[in-house]
């Protein structure tokens, strides 16, 4: 008995007298379902490492740091997941710093952010009031 790889790179590899394939079509179906079962797997791989990461804790994580935690997980496995046998570089150093750089610049434009709806509440409450102070007059 032949293994399918072997039975199919046999029938896909003959050639006509004039060195075309013999089954052009019959290649690329098989060459097309190849690739759907390798895609199928990763993508299923991937939910699986994303179901792992995603904790009750996560939920609200962002794209860009769910992929920053993937990453770290791919890294470590590198390294038979002991982080010990990397060898830090100045290069990783300096993307360390930048990350943490990043990281406080988010932080500080988050309070920003908080801030400044916080102050457009405030002046909502007092337009709100001085509306009502008004009304209130007018009534009188």
């Excluded at 895609?39 to 792992?52: C, G, P, Q, T, W």
């Excluded at 990397?86 to 290069?91: F, L, N, Q, S």
């Excluded at 409450?125 to 009188?140: H, L, P, T």
Aim: one cysteine or more; aromatic letters at 4%.
């Amino acid at each position: 008995m032949k293994r399918v790889d072997h039975f199919c790179n046999d029938v896909l590899g003959r050639k006509s007298a004039s060195g075309n394939p013999k089954c052009p079509t019959l290649q690329k179906l098989v060459l097309s379902c190849l690739c759907l079962t390798h895609r199928n797997a990763d993508v299923k791989r991937s939910l699986s490492v994303n179901k792992k990461i995603l904790t009750s804790e996560r939920t609200l994580l962002s794209e860009k740091a769910l992929n920053a935690l993937r990453l770290t997980r791919d890294a470590v496995a590198q390294y038979g997941g002991n982080v010990t046998a990397a060898t830090i570089t100045k290069t990783m150093m300096k993307y360390v710093a930048e990350s943490h750089h990043k990281y406080l610049k988010r932080l500080d434009e988050e309070k920003q952010e908080t801030f400044l709806l916080k102050k457009a509440q405030l002046e909502q409450k007092r337009q709100k009031g001085i509306e009502m102070n008004a009304i209130q007059r007018n009534d009188d």
